[in-house]
């Protein structure tokens, strides 16, 4: 089965997080199907914390694969904070 999920990278203390597409059986860091996006938790000032392709997103959920607890609470904080600017 095909998850959607976050693969930690970045050093130690400053985590970066990759948003994937992967085997659910693959190792949370190891290999992936593709990158649909990222999150960083500690982004400060003007640099980005979180981007998506929703596109590729909706493929892969219309494919079968399910999405992570976490990266579904990160899609409706990015999905409400663009919303009012739209």
């Known amino acids: 089965m095909v998850v959607i999920r976050l693969a930690r990278g970045g050093s130690k203390k ?15 860091d190891g290999r992936f199907l593709e990158r649909v996006g990222f999150y960083n938790p500690v982004a400060s000032g003007q640099a980005e914390s979180l981007r998506v ?34």
């Open 14 to 28: 400053r985590p970066f997080f990759n948003i994937v597409a992967a085997e659910k059986r693959n190792r949370r």
């Open 53 to 86: 392709a929703f596109d590729r997103v909706e493929h892969w959920v219309s494919h079968g694969a399910q999405v992570s607890p976490t990266v579904e609470r990160l899609f409706r904080e990015a999905k409400s904070k663009a919303a009012p600017a739209a």
